[in-house]
């Protein structure tokens, strides 16, 4: 990906977001434009307009971190857009490395012994791709429908934008696939020359015109607690609370558990999984192929 694309367009679309109102700005005559102009943007940032102007260019270059957090300021960036303005940086002022395959992450023994100890809750392990790499049993019980897609590595935005039962599993997922589109943007900004990442958007932009337009509102965001919503097909539906936790020993991986509210439906649905998911096939293949192609 083209660091000065990115750039230009993630800053062009910040700067649209954001109205003369919510910049503390009067909004006094007719304005040709969404959003600030760029000379606003640069008084807010305490830059010259011409500075501005060459960043939104595409150009970050030699900028400052003090120079990047004023402007993360002036365009009211939030914590995961700003640290993808500080990706794209620190990108721009890297000597270009070429594209390289990751190649299948291996997961260390403990930390498949600590999935599997987690016998009450689904977790499971996923790299920056949004593939996942390994899982609990109770883990690969609830995403079964994710697992019986033929392509590999299993991967849940490629499930999500061209699988079509994903809706039927997935009972919020529009919001899913925005939330991937998102995780995917920042994994992007974090590793651009990833060509394994490449691939797969490459292949998402051109099978999918929704994955296009997500793609292209340059969304970035930090996904580390919420809910997520499923309609199991063995056990109904499923409200289930996550915390996605950084591995600090393996960068780039994070494992996801989650839990529900005690005494809830999706407790007792949570029970059920748990049974249905003890009569599966445990002959030692259910973690030891989840990344291959």
Do not use: C
Request: charged letters at 25%; aromatic letters at 6%; proline letters at 5%.
């Amino acid at each position: 990906m083209d660091n000065r694309s990115e750039v230009r367009e993630f800053l062009t679309s910040r700067r649209a977001k954001i109205t003369p109102q919510q910049a503390g700005l009067p909004a006094a005559g007719q304005r040709r434009v969404k959003g600030l102009r760029r000379e606003e943007v640069a008084m807010l940032a305490g830059v010259s307009a011409e500075y501005y102007a060459r960043m939104e260019r595409g150009n970050l270059a030699g900028a400052s971190e003090a120079v990047l957090d004023a402007l993360a300021r002036a365009l009211q960036l939030d914590e995961s857009e700003r640290a993808h303005l500080m990706d794209l940086a620190r990108t721009a002022n890297t000597t270009r490395k070429p594209s390289r395959r990751r190649g299948a992450q291996p997961i260390r023994p403990a930390l498949q012994q600590l999935l599997d100890a987690m016998t009450e809750a689904p977790a499971f392990i996923r790299n920056g791709r949004l593939d996942i790499l390994a899982t609990n049993r109770l883990g690969k019980a609830l995403y079964w429908p994710v697992f019986q897609d033929p392509a590999r590595p299993v991967n849940l935005a490629r499930f999500q934008f061209l699988n079509p039962g994903a809706g039927d599993y997935m009972t919020e997922l529009d919001y899913q696939k925005a939330a991937s589109a998102a995780l995917l943007r920042t994994e992007a900004g974090q590793d651009p020359y990833n060509r394994d990442l490449s691939d797969l958007i490459g292949e998402l932009s051109t099978r999918s015109e929704e994955f296009r337009t997500l793609w292209a509102a340059h969304d970035v965001r930090l996904h580390r607690t919420g809910l997520k919503r499923f309609r199991h097909p063995v056990v109904g539906d499923l409200a289930l609370a996550f915390e996605g936790l950084p591995v600090p020993n393996d960068p780039g991986l994070t494992l996801t558990a989650m839990s529900a509210e005690p005494g809830s439906a999706s407790a007792d649905g949570l029970r059920l999984l748990a049974s249905w998911a003890a009569t599966l096939d445990q002959s030692g293949q259910q973690n030891t192929e989840l990344a291959s192609d």
